[in-house]
């Protein structure tokens, strides 16, 4: 992880490597469809999670500030997500409540607003790696990564002089 607290496009390239053997390897004891078949072979993603090596799923991966998105891993807390986003000069927006769960987390219970969210990135029990919007997930698939909006505009605070500015 580079020194601002951004993972990058190697970690999570690194991690997805990771979560996809570790997917064919939960495959490889499930019925294939037959000797030629590429599909992990796995029927539920929910049944083989434990089996899963999502070890390196908690990170920041990038922060734009000109386009004004973050791309997280799905286990990246929002705790790790705040604090990058303030070392970067931008408030983060998130209530306080939120602080406790993953990204991931926060957006399968729907307790980030759809209109911050960009797209959700998840992994499906064929082993496809596919975009959509969080409303739109397919069933039973995996969250991998999230692109949220950022808010740049810091709250209204009240000085000691007792004024807001």
């Known amino acids: 992880m ?4 951004v993972g990058g496009f190697h970690q999570h390239t690194a991690a997805i490597g990771k979560l996809l053997t570790s997917l064919y390897e939960a495959g490889a004891v499930a019925a294939r469809h037959g000797p030629d078949d590429p599909s992990p072979g796995v029927e539920s993603i929910r049944g083989v999670m434990e089996q899963l090596d999502t070890t390196g799923l908690t990170h920041v991966i990038s922060l734009d500030q000109t386009q004004g998105v973050v791309l997280c891993q799905s ?3 929002l705790v790790t997500l705040a604090r990058v986003i303030q070392e ?4 983060p927006d998130l209530p306080p409540s939120l602080l406790a769960t993953t990204v991931g987390g926060a957006v399968l219970q729907g307790l980030i607003p759809a209109e911050r969210i960009v797209w959700v990135e998840v992994l499906t029990v064929q082993g ?11 069933p039973d698939s995996l969250v991998l990564a999230v692109c949220l909006n950022l808010h740049t505009t810091n709250p209204v605070t009240t000085n000691q002089a007792g004024t807001t500015g």
């Open 88 to 91: 970067h000069g931008l408030w």
């Open 2 to 5: 580079s020194k601002d607290g």
């Open 75 to 77: 286990r990246c807390s």
């Open 128 to 138: 496809a790696i596919t975009r959509h919007q969080p409303g739109q997930l397919p």
